[in-house]
């Protein structure tokens, strides 16, 4: 059965950093990372980062500059690294992910169970 879990999460001071890592496992015949989501209680969940085909990544204009998407695909993995945070970053933080499990099966599209994030003043 195929599960991504992401981690990472925790508390951090305003302006420091953390990565999150997001790894799928099971049966994987190949893997693309899509994007970072993330929810604060209340609101609906938005996009954070997302991988483009040009190669520099698609970002909130809220992170923007302190956020860069990265992942190894090869390895069903990939990675949110944050720096400069800010407590307006405290969130629940979700990966998302395109996996085929066999070779003759369609694509589906998968998320994690989400990581916190809190980011203190």
């Known amino acids: 059965q195929v599960q991504l879990v992401e981690s990472g999460g925790g508390l951090v001071q305003a302006g420091g950093s953390l990565r999150l890592s997001c790894v799928a496992s099971g049966s994987i015949f190949s893997f693309n990372a899509v994007a970072w989501y993330r929810q604060i209680p209340g609101n609906q969940r938005e996009l954070v980062a997302r991988f483009t085909s040009g190669g520099s990544g698609n970002y909130a204009d809220s992170v923007k500059g302190r956020f860069t998407i990265a992942g190894d695909n090869a390895k069903n993995t990939m990675f949110l690294i944050m720096n400069s945070l800010k407590p307006e970053d405290t969130a629940v933080y979700y990966c998302?992910?395109?996996?085929?499990?066999?070779?003759?099966?369609?694509?589906?599209?998968?998320w994690g169970q989400g990581t916190q994030v809190t980011v203190s003043s």
């Open positions: 998302n992910a395109i996996i085929r499990r066999r070779a003759s099966d369609y694509e589906g599209s998968y």
